[in-house]
């Protein structure tokens, strides 16, 4: 029998490799992206502060992998509970920045609460299922619809108090993990057909709404997110008003052509076209400076990061663990398809960042746990062969 492998041995090199590269990439973006547009700043200075947000990251990574994550199932109630109150401290004492109610300050410092909530549910929904699945039952519309309605009491209060700060976008990133672990249970593909098509009678009840009965639909949709998809649906119709980021960004991207236009040369980049650049439209730095191949190489790692880490899920042979892994991969899929597609365009523009590109500290933060999370999960994975684990 061989000799199970070392903590060291079992750590995942590739990922790590694959979110040190994206750091690289997001240090370049930041500071092309924001040393035209903050000239009364140091141009190392948003760079400087990311580099802290990252190495914080980094801190909390080797946290979550420190601790067994088959503890996480003591943590996932008390966890969720607090993500709670901490929503409800944002909706009732929050600070208010730019008609959005979503951060809390302490000691000076604002963070937002939602961001950290995507890890509470994801913990919470993966002990959820565990339980579920450790008691056999029968396949049927009825058992499928109780697995179901439990998902949707643990995700939905989360998702429906994000959703009135409003925040639009992390609000669909719950919707997104609450999918995925639907998906993991193990429903018929009639119910997720059942699932899908009550969502597209939600849109077009919506739309009706916007068509016929305008003064309710303002009570559901806020007319800033909805200036928002006007802005997307007709950027050129209004590109002094409501689509112009959209507009501009989408120039800067087609110059960008094959190749790019060279690191700090972008014209859009470097004009300060665009607000909030080194944010959620940090994609634009890259497609107008590195062009096709630069944004290709940069989906080819994210692809490459997704990949290490559904193979860490289907490798695990504890079904809690995949659950955690699966939770991880659906909060990532759906931020970077989201961020990206808005970019160019083919997705409404929310508020939502590019996992560990963007500038900022709550979403990099979260994001970091997640990975220290996958690791985790990586790490304590026996492995077999010939019969014998190693």
Known sequence: MEERKSSLQQLDFTLLFL??????????????????QYVLLDDTYFVRRQVVWFAIGVILMLG???IDYEMFKNFSI???????????????????????QRWISVAGIMFQPSEFVKIFVILALAHLLYRITQTPRAKSFTEDAKVIGKIL????????????????GTALVIGAVMMTMILMSGVTWRMIGLLTSLVVAAIGFLVILHNYFYGI?????KTHQMNRIYGWLDPAG??????????HALQ????????????TQGAKTQGGDIPELHTDFVFTVIGEEFGFVGATVLIIVYFLLLYRMVMIAFNCNN??????????????????????????????ITGLALPFISYGGSALLTNMIAVGIVLNVNLRTRHYMFGEDY
């Open 19 to 36: 979110l040190f590269v994206l750091m690289c990439i997001s240090l370049m973006a930041i500071y092309s992206g924001t040393t035209e």
């Open 64 to 66: 979550a992998m420190s």
């Open 78 to 100: 008390p966890l969720y509970a607090i993500g709670m109150v901490l929503l409800l401290l944002v909706h009732f004492f929050g600070e208010d920045i730019n008609g959005a």
């Open 153 to 168: 009491a643990v995700g939905g209060p989360p998702f429906f108090l994000i959703l009135i700060q409003p925040d639009l």
């Open 217 to 221: 639909f303002t009570q559901i949709i």
């Open 238 to 247: 209004d590109t002094s008003g409501l689509g112009y980021q959209l507009f």
């Open 252 to 263: 800067g991207i087609g110059a960008g052509q094959l190749y790019g236009m060279g690191f």
């Open 319 to 348: 079904s809690y663990g995949t659950y955690l892994v699966a939770g991880v991969v659906g909060l990532l899929v759906f931020q970077i398809f989201q961020n990206i597609g808005m970019t160019i365009g083919v997705m409404p």
